[in-house]
């Protein structure tokens, strides 16, 4: 019994079976590359050939377990493979859009992925409050730098602001919060309804200056009723120069429109409807944040380094059991200084 | 004249050219005449980096930022650094030297290629501001330099089983260069592998995912299993030595599309289109 799995170990160890399983694991990349929703299967059967089959070799190829290095390198080959797949069913990707001075929302959260294993409930431990944000902007309207000042509560210093943006995102319960290009201008409304209720939010308009022509929301009020809602902002200045944006726009109004009727309010007006009163209050910044959740990230670029760092011993090492042959190493250079001819060596 | 004055870099460029095609008259004459030109070779090499390093001050004055993002900037730096590693490999390992043959006219083709595209700059995207793009790119280099040095090797060594290379034949035995090709090889696997964990560390931060399997990362991907094959395979096969040289051909021409084809053929982020 015990032999015949031996057996089955050596079959499974073949380095013969590597070479078809780098070739199909190949193939799996083209083809999730020319059609991403039918990447899993095409990338996971030969990772999992893969794995097996460097699983068998560590456990009867002599000729790896006989080199400290070289185990090392597969060992770390195969914990990179299993970090990267439960990283995969356990990460979360997705976007939040947040207005100047509102806090970080779970709800709001539009989900992109979640892997089965995400627990979504350490999403709602994430606290903080979107402070002034900035993005600088070269002539032509290339996009540069990015600052996005967020108020974290600190148990000892109390509410901190922080920056982030570009290459510094804000880490929180193991998720991480990226700025993105996304971010535009929010009108904040407040509805003081007839009954007494008094609520205020922010409607969002579409990215700027992406969609500068094109700044419309829907929004549907508590009384059930639909509104069209334009951002009625200053021309657009020349792009031709640097520019920020960093500010609401000193003139801005907004227009309500529902059934025939069309309104345009200035900041502080109020509307009169039927069930309440509807006051534009002022209008802020958004910005838009990308969400990555990958929690064992930090170990997957431990095994990734160390075992690169590993077969570069293994390879030093061969290298330096097996030296080139005597008369061509660098230090009989002055002997041999002309190989291109190398007549006369 | 307006665009050598526009572009300080372009003579300094063009110098560059001018000595690795002496660095390449002088190989090939090295072997038509059997002559010693080593010292030739060396000399023509150090001096074309030396000129495109000054090219690469020049345009980095110009521009304001590194050579990262237009196909001229791209090929430039390479010409740059492929001719450095391929220095000091010829320098440190004189077995490595008849690779100049084929390396040298490798970079002529580059010096053709850059002489047709417009020495205009770009913006460099805030996703460009880590030092991680530092670590990548260099890492980068290394490994295609080093992988142009075994490509040199095995061309040479394709280069005596034709006829009229008869003098190529008073070189090392095809065994001795073969253990040397593909020992550039199993070192460019370590930089390749490098270049990949810094792209990784640098797209977390840049772009919110290590991985997200674009064209560029796909294609690096591609070489660097092509690569971990060719070496899996002249260990479990008895691949001929002339196979096995034309392996390291293939796997460069991937790793060539990869670096030169791939990001100016796509709207990835790497373009800088964010």
């Given amino acids: 019994m015990r032999e015949s799995a031996m057996k089955i170990i050596c079959r499974l160890a073949s380095l013969r079976l590597t070479l078809p399983g780098l070739l199909a694991l190949a193939v799996g990349v083209l083809v999730s590359y020319r059609d991403v929703t039918a990447s899993t299967a095409w990338m996971a059967v030969p990772l999992l050939c893969l794995a097996v089959n460097l699983l068998a070799a560590l456990i009867v190829n002599t000729r790896i377990r006989s080199r400290p290095a070289l185990l090392v390198f597969h060992l770390c080959l195969l914990a990179v493979v299993l970090l990267a797949t439960y990283g995969h069913l356990s990460s979360l990707q997705a976007r939040v859009e947040i207005t100047e001075g509102q806090a970080f929302n779970a709800a709001d959260v539009e989900m992109v992925r979640e892997g089965p294993w995400h627990p979504r ?53 193991g998720y991480r919060f990226y700025t993105t290009s996304n971010k535009g201008y929010s009108a ?16 969002n308009f579409p990215s700027y200056p992406a969609n500068d022509w094109n700044q419309t929301n829907q929004w549907t009020g508590p009384a059930g009723k639909h509104f069209r809602l334009e951002l009625d902002l200053p021309r657009p200045q020349s792009f031709d120069r640097h520019w920020a944006f960093d500010a609401t726009p000193a003139v801005a109004a907004l227009t309500i429109m529902a059934d025939d009727q069309r309104v345009r309010l200035e900041p ?73 001819t190398a007549a006369r060596t | 004249m307006s665009s050598l004055l526009l572009a300080p870099e372009l003579p300094w460029l063009f110098g560059g050219l001018a000595g690795y095609c002496t660095g390449a008259l002088a190989a090939w004459h090295g072997i038509w005449r059997d002559r010693p030109v ?6 023509a090499l150090l001096v074309a980096v030396i000129l495109l390093a000054t090219a690469i001050t020049l345009r980095w004055m110009r521009a304001g930022y590194g050579p990262f993002l237009t ?66 790119v260099g890492v980068g280099k290394i490994f ?28 090392p035995d095809d065994e001795v260069l073969d253990v040397l090709v593909w020992r550039f090889m ?89």
């Avoid at chain 1, 402070?131 to 600088?136: A, E, N, S, W, Y």
């Avoid at chain 1, 509805?191 to 409607?203: E, K, P, Y």
């Avoid at chain 2, 330099?145 to 070189?171: D, K, M, Q, Y």
Wanted: aromatic share 14%.
């Fill in chain 2, 38 to 43: 080593d010292r030739a070779v060396f000399a």
């Fill in chain 2, 71 to 136: 196909l001229f900037e791209i090929l430039l730096s390479n010409l740059f650094s492929l001719g450095l590693v391929f220095l000091v490999v010829f320098w440190r390992v004189p077995l490595a030297r008849p690779g100049a043959l084929v390396v040298l006219p490798v970079f002529l083709l580059l010096g053709c290629w850059i002489a047709t595209l417009p020495p205009e700059t770009s913006q460099l995207p805030a996703t460009y501001d880590s030092v991680w793009l530092w670590v990548h």
């Fill in chain 1, 268 to 340: 502080g007006e109020v509307l009169q409807l039927e069930n309440g009163r509807l006051q534009f209050e002022e209008v802020r910044l958004w910005m838009g944040y990308r969400i990555t959740y990958e929690p064992l990230l930090p170990w997957l670029l431990f095994a990734a380094l160390v075992g690169v760092l590993a077969l570069a011993w293994h390879f030093l090492a061969s290298f330096n059991s097996l030296p080139l042959p005597e008369g061509y190493g660098h230090r009989e250079r002055k002997e041999n200084s002309d190989v291109i």
């Fill in chain 1, 188 to 203: 904040i409304l407040t509805w003081l309804g007839s009954d007494g209720v008094r609520q205020t939010g922010a409607i």
């Fill in chain 2, 186 to 274: 199993s070192i460019a696997f370590i930089f390749h592998s490098l270049m990949l964990i810094a792209g990784a560390v640098w797209a977390q931060d840049a772009w919110g995912h290590y991985w997200t399997w674009d064209p560029l990362e796909t294609w690096a991907f591609i070489t660097w299993l092509m690569l971990g094959l060719s070496l899996h395979a002249r260990l479990t096969f008895k691949v001929p030595l002339w196979g096995g040289w034309l392996m390291v051909f293939g796997v460069f021409i991937l790793a060539f599309l990869t670096f030169f084809g791939v990001p100016f053929s796509s709207l990835g982020p790497h373009k800088g289109i964010i």
């Fill in chain 2, 144 to 171: 295609l330099g080093i992988c142009l040095a075994a490509v040199g090797l095995a061309g040479t060594l394709l280069l005596r089983r034709l006829p009229g290379f008869g003098n190529l034949h008073r070189l």
């Fill in chain 1, 121 to 173: 409930q350490r999403l709602d431990s994430v606290v903080f409050v979107q402070g002034p944000l900035r993005v600088d902007y070269a002539p032509g309207l290339k996009r540069q730098h990015t600052a996005s000042q967020l108020g974290i509560r600190d148990a000892v210093a109390g509410e901190v602001l922080t920056t982030i943006g570009d290459n510094t995102p804000h880490i929180q319960a």
